[in-house]
């Protein structure tokens, strides 16, 4: 599973840079790519937290 995590990262980062860096898209679109990437970084380091499968497994009431 921590292949996908880290893909996660991956496009998370690559959202962030490419909105901090594309200039000819419209404010809205750009800050859309921002929160997207940065929720996606903060989504995959949080599962590789420890832990982070129980609470996961609680909050979909997988247990």
Avoid: E, P
């Amino acid at each position: 599973m921590g292949f996908w995590y880290f893909l996660m990262l991956l496009i998370g980062g690559g959202l962030v840079i490419r909105g901090l860096l594309k200039k000819n898209t419209s404010g809205l679109i750009r800050f859309g790519t921002l929160v997207i990437g940065g929720l996606l970084i903060a989504l995959g380091l949080f599962m590789f937290q420890d832990g982070s499968d129980a609470i996961v497994a609680d909050l979909f009431n997988l247990w």
